[in-house]
């Protein structure tokens, strides 16, 4: 991953990948109307559209010097506050079985009651957690696969990439299948375009809704169309925030 990573960005220093032609490549396979609102953001002078990319980088990089103090102190706030994680997670680990009981103490249960709730809490939690990261893996796995398969270049790295988006609410793996298939269909690559949109809709996208009950409801002794509509609703749940 790390030598994908490195060859990639080698090939952007040295424009070997072009950034301004792949550009150029979309802006002319899109509609008149679209290409007319594009070139009222070129000035007439006929700057070129890497000449403003780099003026808008400049511009961003100003910003971040001018912002230097409160990133800095963001920085620093996001530290301390994931040192005092790390301190109070070995209180955690360490002390976690004798504050559990404390817990349960307090509970106005019986203890039957408070054990078989405890003991259930702590399964989905672990179900949970499991069938997220195995979801998000397969997920990742069958996009490096899938770009790979079609000869695109750093498959390895863009599926470890899917693996972690799919671990974030309302983003998923889409995030990085969806813009290459616009891409590939914009320069007239209609059969890779299409390929990734429905490898990525019927395949990748549905691993959740397939693996998830699967994996939650053995663990949780939960029927898997219960798991199955939880997921949907969640799903549709994040579409809406995000929207």
Not at 31 to 47: K, S
Not at 124 to 134: H, I, L, P
Not at 223 to 228: A, F, H, S, T
């Amino acid at each position: 991953m790390v030598d994908e990573a490195v060859k990639l960005y080698n090939s952007l220093q040295s424009n070997e990948i072009d950034i301004n032609s792949i550009l150029k490549n979309v802006e002319s396979a899109l509609p008149a109307e679209w290409r007319t609102q594009i070139e009222r953001f070129v000035t007439q002078e006929g700057e070129s559209l890497q000449q403003r990319l780099g003026a808008a980088v400049t511009t961003s990089v100003q910003f971040l010097a001018s912002q230097a103090v409160s990133i800095g102190q963001g920085a620093f706030s996001y530290f301390i506050a994931f040192g005092v994680t790390l301190y109070l997670t070995f209180f955690l680990f360490r002390d976690g079985g004798r504050l559990s009981r404390r817990i349960g103490e307090l509970v106005p249960l019986r203890t039957e009651q408070r054990r078989a709730l405890f003991d259930k809490f702590t399964t989905v939690v672990r179900a949970t957690v499991k069938g997220s990261v195995v979801v998000a893996i397969v997920q990742g796995i069958m996009g490096g696969l899938l770009f790979a398969l079609l000869d695109i270049r750093a498959a390895l790295l863009w599926g470890v990439i899917m693996g972690f988006c799919a671990l974030i609410p309302a983003i998923g793996s889409g995030l990085v299948w969806f813009p290459v298939a616009v891409y590939m269909l914009i320069t007239g690559n209609f059969f890779e375009g299409i390929v990734i949109l429905l490898v990525g809709a019927f395949v990748i996208g549905m691993v959740d809704n397939v693996l998830r009950p699967i994996l939650v409801g053995q663990d949780t002794e939960m029927p898997d169309y219960v798991v199955l509509i939880s997921t949907l609703g969640r799903d549709q749940r994040d579409g809406v925030l995000t929207a």
